[in-house]
């Protein structure tokens, strides 16, 4: 099964941009690995931030945006809050099964 | 509203069995693809299977196949997992997944627990 990656933690300043992104084993992210990203914080289960790369859902804040990004998933976070701190996921589908990437902690410092 | 409560987690010495359900609601289950995603303490989301509306195609990770296996009742709103073989590695939370027109909707999981 592919493997997709994501940076282990990245740190942002509040009020600050910062770009998380989502590689696959097996090349380049397309559309139609049908990209997701999730936010999960502590002892909450995860919740759909974007999917298929750039949609977002009616409670995703503004502030988040979804890209392909160099032949990876990206997510842009323009103007963190101290709320945004957290553990980000995203998802790749490879013929309708999920690899989830190992996740990304977020810190805004 | 999307609802989607998971139950049967417990505790179970390596070796037993766990059979896990997910009541669904909010949506029309029989024509919904559904999956269990696992977490185990302090780790990372691992896809763990999917099955298709009526239940006829099913698919797993490596890691739990030939031990886990992912059915529904479509009468009665509910997806299964009903693992086998456990060990103490499969230790996690396991959530009920459901994606729909695009949006991926989660419960809030159940813990299995394998040790001795």
């Known amino acids: 099964q592919a493997v997709v990656t994501q940076e282990p933690s990245l740190t942002v300043s509040p009020g600050g941009t910062v770009t998380l992104t989502c590689g696959s084993s097996?090349?380049?992210?397309?559309?139609?690995?049908?990209p997701y990203w999730f936010q999960q914080k502590p002892g909450q289960a995860p919740k759909t931030l974007i999917y298929?790369?750039?949609n977002k859902h009616s409670w995703t804040p503004a502030r988040f945006s979804g890209s392909l990004l160099g032949g990876k998933a990206a997510l842009t976070l323009s103007g963190a809050q101290p709320e945004d701190e957290a553990e980000y996921y995203c998802?790749?589908?490879?013929?309708?099964?999920?690899?989830f990437g190992g996740g990304t902690k977020l810190t805004v410092l | 509203e999307v609802q989607l409560v998971e139950s049967g987690g417990g505790l179970v010495q390596p070796g037993g069995s766990l059979r896990l359900s997910c009541a669904a609601s909010?949506?029309?289950?029989?024509?919904?693809?559904m999956h269990w995603v696992r977490q185990g303490p302090g780790k990372g989301l691992v896809w763990v299977s999917r099955?298709?509306?009526?239940?006829?195609?099913?698919s797993y990770a490596d890691s739990v196949k030939g031990r886990f296996t992912i059915s529904r009742d479509n009468a009665k709103n509910t997806l299964y997992l009903q693992m086998n073989s456990l060990r103490v590695e499969d230790t996690a939370v396991f959530f009920c997944?459901?994606?729909?027109?695009?949006?991926?909707?989660w419960g809030q999981g159940t813990l299995a627990t394998v040790s001795s």
């Open positions: 998802l790749l589908s490879y013929s309708d099964d999920w690899v």
């Open positions: 097996t090349g380049a992210v397309t559309s139609g690995h049908y």
């Open positions: 298929d790369i750039i």
């Open positions: 909010g949506f029309t289950f029989k024509n919904s693809r």
């Open positions: 099955i298709n509306g009526d239940g006829t195609t099913t």
């Open positions: 997944v459901v994606q729909l027109r695009g949006v991926v909707y």
